[in-house]
């Protein structure tokens, strides 16, 4: 454990570099939406005041203590997972909106972790297989979520849904299944809970935050029960 100091440090290095460069350079710079004034929502550039940043420092060492437990092959996509995929969350967590221009720039930025966690798996196929089963599962559940709703559900958290049913999935198809089992009950307990509708929302509740959990949660689940 003594030698793996080291690259875990290195994680959480690169991921808060990924982290700083989202948040100070990239969300401030991001177009507002047509109708957001209109909607009163709060704007990219207000983002990030000291208690928020510090919030999402912890959660982003957090996430990357828990990215390590995986196999080390997997680290890039998990490092990416608890950065830059975490900003994002972030963002949806503070305005209720998943900006494109960042969904898309995640996107890239974990298919690039694919290809290297790919090149230093021994079963590379094996990897993408699972990992393209959990893609594909998770957007087709979220995607008639979205329809059965009919709008009730944000469509943003429709092109979330592949990624991090990726991520859950490159450890294993159990992770990728207990992770949307967690991720739905924190969901629902969260829109359980009476909130206030901030200003600057869209309707005062952002689901994708629950989503993210649900890889982390299942990781400690499926370490207690073994």
């Known amino acids: 454990m003594t030698a793996t100091w080291p690259w875990v ?71 990416v997972a608890g950065s830059s995929m975490l900003v994002l969350v972030w963002v949806d967590a503070l305005t209720t909106w998943l900006p494109t221009p960042l969904l898309a720039l995640v996107s890239t930025e974990l298919f690039a972790a694919i290809v290297l966690s790919c090149w230093l798996s021994d079963s590379p196929t094996q990897l993408l297989a699972r990992m393209s089963v959990g893609a594909v599962g998770s957007a087709a559940l979220f995607a008639i979520v979205w329809l059965v709703s009919r709008g009730g559900f944000g469509f943003g958290d429709v092109r979330l849904a592949p990624l991090i049913g990726a991520v859950a999935a490159s450890t294993s198809l159990t992770h990728w299944y207990v992770s949307l089992l967690a991720g739905s009950l924190v969901g629902v307990v969260l829109a359980l809970i009476p909130h206030k509708v901030a200003p600057g929302t869209k309707n005062g509740f952002a689901y994708a935050p629950s989503m993210l959990a649900g890889p982390y949660l299942a990781c400690i689940w499926l370490a207690v029960v073994g």
Do not use: F, N
């Open 9 to 79: 440090s290195l994680l959480i290095t690169c991921a808060s570099a990924l982290t700083y460069t989202h948040t100070r350079l990239l969300v401030p710079r991001i177009a507002e939406p047509d109708d957001g004034a209109e909607l009163g929502k709060r704007s990219y550039v207000s983002l990030g005041t000291t208690r928020e940043l510090v919030a999402l420092g912890v959660l982003l060492v957090v996430a990357q203590l828990m990215g390590a437990l995986a196999p080390q092959s997997l680290w890039p996509i998990w490092m």
